[in-house]
């Protein structure tokens, strides 16, 4: 998506969670979502200092796993052209339809990049089918190498189908007016966001954002995440969030071993930011908190 619109949205969220008012007037900020479009404002709208600081009609989008019903449904339909070389139905014209879903098939075939990375992902199951050939116990030191090599492409391949999105942008946004400093540099109260970190979700509060930075407090600990990284969540979901991720004396969890294997075990004690874990074979781990996937 257009950087642009993203870095509009982002200013539009922060100024909503300011209290600061605008420089300009003594107005407070005014901040409309409706009809898919989002409208930011201050003072009044003929105002020639202030009035609408942001206008943008905002995308639309359609989700790729509904053309697979409405195409089956299209597809039972026109089993009607045969039938009536037999006998007297009416016959619908789903021409239009068919068009869309070609259009859209194209749409998610290039914003998700399908071709190249059919034939990455092609590749390294290649590769991996290769290492599992070679696979022999006899030779430890080998079958460790060969092992670690078959993870590692086992977390490429994720990583891949992880970047492709089921939802399609069919209708681009559009700036219709912008007045907001591009340099400005913002300061967002409790902003709630996440993000993925090593194949963790993290959640988090943005505390400041400087240009293309987001400088996030997450737990005990804080992150500095580039803009594109992070989505902007709700409060309900952040909150969610907290209680899920809370941990427990005695909870299953799964973290990476330093040979990014991943590893099962169940918490027999927790400080603030470790945790020591018991695994199947009885041997104790002592694990940070920030690595762990419950």
Request: charged share 30%; hydrophobic share 30%.
């Amino acid at each position: 998506m257009d950087e642009d619109y993203l870095n509009l949205i982002y200013k539009y969220y922060n100024n909503k969670n300011s209290n600061k008012k605008c420089k300009n007037c003594i107005s407070t900020k005014s901040f409309q979502e409706k009809n898919n479009k989002i409208i930011y404002s201050c003072g009044d709208s003929n105002d020639r200092k202030c009035g609408i600081q942001l206008d943008i009609d905002l995308p639309e989008f359609i989700n790729y796993n509904h053309i697979h019903e409405i195409t089956k449904f299209i597809n039972e339909k026109i089993n009607s052209k045969v039938l009536s070389n037999y006998i007297d139905i009416p016959i619908d014209d789903y021409s239009e339809e068919e068009k869309n879903i070609n259009n859209i098939d194209k749409l998610y075939n290039k914003q998700n990049n399908i071709i190249s990375k059919k034939e990455i992902m092609n590749d390294i199951l290649l590769k991996r089918k290769r290492l599992y050939a070679k696979l022999d116990i006899n030779e430890p030191k080998l079958y460790a190498k060969n092992m670690k090599d078959i993870n590692k492409y086992y977390n490429e391949l994720i990583e891949l189908i992880n970047h492709i999105t089921d939802i399609i942008i069919t209708i681009e946004p559009k700036i219709n007016k912008n007045l907001l400093n591009s340099t400005t540099i913002s300061n967002s109260n409790n902003l709630k966001v996440k993000w993925t970190d090593k194949q963790i979700t993290r959640y988090g509060y943005v505390k400041e954002i400087i240009k293309d930075n987001f400088f996030i407090f997450s737990g005990d600990n804080e992150y500095m995440i580039k803009k594109d990284k992070i989505q902007i969540i709700t409060e309900k979901e952040y909150n969610d969030s907290i209680n899920e991720d809370k941990l427990n004396i005695g909870d299953r969890v799964d973290w990476y071993n330093k040979s990014n294997i991943l590893m099962s075990g169940d918490i027999l004690d927790i400080n603030n930011n470790n945790v020591i874990i018991r695994d199947d074979d009885n041997d104790e781990y002592v694990i940070p908190i920030s690595k762990l996937i419950k």
